[in-house]
């Protein structure tokens, strides 16, 4: 298990996610009204970067077909068929700065 810096709070206003890639893990992390969640960036349908999607509340939208995801859990929210849900990972703030736990 590691600990990723994924950037300052200051980089990640409220609505906003950020991609963090370490060790060949891509990993999106979300700002949800001031509390801080990740998940894996890649779509499990076909592989879409869900960080250049959109975000409303804790959904993430896929930009290519529309999947949606709760950032909070990893887990599918709605999509035509069945996709495997996404990991998630613990987020600790300390100071300013965004951490992962992977
Ligand atoms: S790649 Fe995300 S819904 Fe198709």
Not at 24 to 36: M, Q, R
């Amino acid at each position: 298990m590691g600990k990723i810096l994924a950037g300052k709070t200051s980089d990640l206003p409220p609505g906003k996610m950020l991609l963090v890639e370490s060790g060949g893990k891509t990993i999106l992390v979300a700002n949800e009204n001031g509390n801080y969640f990740a998940m894996d960036d890649t779509c499990t349908h076909q592989g879409a970067s869900l960080s250049e999607g959109t975000m409303e509340g804790s959904t993430v939208t896929c930009p290519w077909h529309g999947s949606t995801w709760d950032c909070k859990t990893g887990k599918l929210i709605a999509f035509a068929s069945q996709l495997k849900d996404l990991a998630s990972y613990k987020v600790i703030v300390e100071s300013d700065s965004i951490y992962v736990e992977t």
